[in-house]
């Protein structure tokens, strides 16, 4: 197998409700869409990843007295940013934006689907002790280089970028191809963060 065929497209949490009109809307997240859909056609393996909280999750605002969204609480994990409901299962929410283009996705990993722990990173639930099993399905495919995109930059991206730097693979992330929430500051610093922890950056133009 060539080096190339070992570079692999990691799609981030590309759902409804982190686009336009969506519960959690991540500004210009739908601008995406059309670049990832792009860099589809020049990977050999695309992996995707989905949002999937159960009604009541302990990350939801609506889940805590008293309690409105980006407020935060401390949990047994350290501390939790509360947010609005989002990324249901089996909600509209929770399904990937109508134009991306799915048909090259090899696996899906689910993530933030046990109640009691919000999931930002693909690899690691907020723990950083539970796996996705992200890991070891790339381990097992022979898979040591990723190219990330999606939603949001400064929280499943980078989180997602470190986590898997960590775990020995190389991993760049798609300057064009990301969009952030921004809460004071917080896309600017995503960006030093993946920097400092060794991640590669690189325009779509450029693949």
């Known amino acids: 197998m060539s080096n190339q ?46 949002d999937w909280h159960p009604e009541g999750h302990s990350s939801f605002a609506s889940s805590h007295k008293n309690k409105e969204p980006f407020e935060t609480i401390k949990v047994d994990y350290g501390e939790q940013i509360l947010w609005p409901d989002h990324c249901v299962q089996g909600s509209r929410g929770a399904e990937f934006h109508p134009e991306l283009n799915t048909h090259k996705t090899e696996v899906i990993i689910r993530k933030g689907f046990r109640k009691a722990i919000d999931s930002y990173s693909t690899f690691y639930e907020n723990d950083q002790q539970t796996k996705t099993g992200l890991a070891g399905y790339l381990n097992n495919r022979g898979i040591t280089e990723l190219y990330t995109c999606g939603l949001a930059t400064d929280f499943c991206v980078k989180w997602s970028v470190i986590d898997g730097l960590k775990e020995g693979f190389t991993v760049h992330v798609i300057e064009d191809a990301i969009k952030g929430i921004d809460i004071d500051g917080s896309v600017n610093a995503a960006l030093d963060e993946m920097k400092s922890a060794g991640a590669g950056f690189i325009a779509s133009g450029r693949l």
């Open 5 to 50: 065929a070992m570079k692999t497209l990691l799609i981030i949490d590309v759902q409804n409700d982190f686009c336009s009109g969506g519960a959690l809307e991540v500004p210009g997240g739908d601008q995406v869409v059309p670049v990832i859909n792009e860099l589809i056609e020049k990977f050999d393996h695309v992996i995707q990843t989905q």
